[in-house]
Each structure stands twice: as structure tokens, then as C-alpha cells.
């Protein structure tokens, strides 16, 4: 039961550098969502895929891209790493939107040096 | 714009006691509420989901209530235990069937 997957789990990048992180689910699930989450912040959504072909836009999404790959795989694009995007990025996902139970992955673990 | 707020943001209790932690949300017009639990370094784990029909949900010694014309939910442990210790968070779609909006949720710590 791998459910959500994410790579890397830990990851530490220069300013100006750029990295792509890794999500795939195996539950044919429509829905896939990118938060950070930061200490005293929360959780906050960067970008989400209602459905295989869409992108939108979340709270907090300067500095990213996305890439719904197909219906498993949904990637995070750091163009040019700055230190304000060290956090923890958590991928999840659900069967259709947010009136279903989230599936989340274990989150990569990102510093920005 | 959907806010959530959880108090306390932390509590401490001896092994064994009951407790309540709080969630409110802003918009009442939401199809549904979600508490997660969160280990440190670890994801999110689902525990209860309560659709916006419904006044409460159980899941062994877990039990929330929701009250959507107040704004409000509440996670109930009963006879809590060490592995309880953890951080709670709620969360509730922004509006419709869209992302989830998390609280900063309230960390736990059971004492035994």
C-alpha cells in the first residue's frame, strides 16, 4: 500500500538553484495537491490538480511551476531556489476535490542555503 | 476567504484523561470537516472526515462533532495515552468542492 509517494525526502539547495520534487499516488485518485508548511504558518496550498490536464493556482504560488505528468504523478518546480522557500512541502491527494478524505505523503524536507 | 483557528495551539495532560480540542472555521457553508494527526517529521494521517449532513463522527476513542452554524468542531479523546502525542489539525474546503484549508492545529502531549 504505497499510496503517496514523494522524492526526495530531504533536499538542500544553494540560492539560484533549481529542483524538481517528485509526487506519485497509486489510488486513482483525480485530485492532487502541494502545500508547505512552515512553524507558525500551517499548512498552506501552492498549487493543486482537480483533475489529470488542470493546474490552479493556490495561496502561496511565487517562486513555483507544476506538472500534472498523467493521472498518478504531480511535480513541484523550483525555477531559482531562494531561502524563503525552505519548508516542508507535503503532496497529497484525494478521489475529486476537497469534499473527500486527503491522502498526504510522508513531505520532502527542502533548505535553501 | 475560508479561516481556521485551533485553541489551544498546545496542551499537556496526564495519562488516562479526557480531552477537547476546538476548531473554528469562518464560512459555515462547507460540505465537510477533516482532523488529521501529524507525528513529528511525519505526513498527515486522516482520522475522521465529517460531511456537512452529519452532527458527529466516531473512530474508536475518537469522536468529533460539528456544528456548522456556529463555526465550530471539536475532536473529543477519551482515557488519552502516551501515543496519543501528536499535532491535530482540522481543516475544511475553502469553498465547494475545493482544497483544503488547514488550522496551525494543536500539538498534544500525553505525560504518563
Redesign the interface.
Known sequence: NAGVTQTPKFQVLKTGQSMTLQCAQDMNHNSMYWYRQDPGMGLRLIYYSASEGTTDKGEVPNGYNVSRLNKREFSLRLESAAPSQTSVYFCASSVRGGNYGYTFGSGTRLTVV | KQEVTQIPAALSVPEGENLVLNCSFTDSAI??L?W?RQDPG?????LL?IQSSQREQTSGRLNASLDKSSGRSTLYIAASQPGDSATY?C????S??????????TRLSVIA
Not at chain 2, 42 to 46: E, I, N, P, Q
Request: proline content about 8%.
Open positions: 460540505y465537510n477533516q488529521f511525519k505526513g498527515l494521517t486522516s472526515l489539525l481543516a475544511v474546503p475553502n465547494g468542492n475545493t482544497p483544503l484549508v488547514f488550522g496551525k492545529g
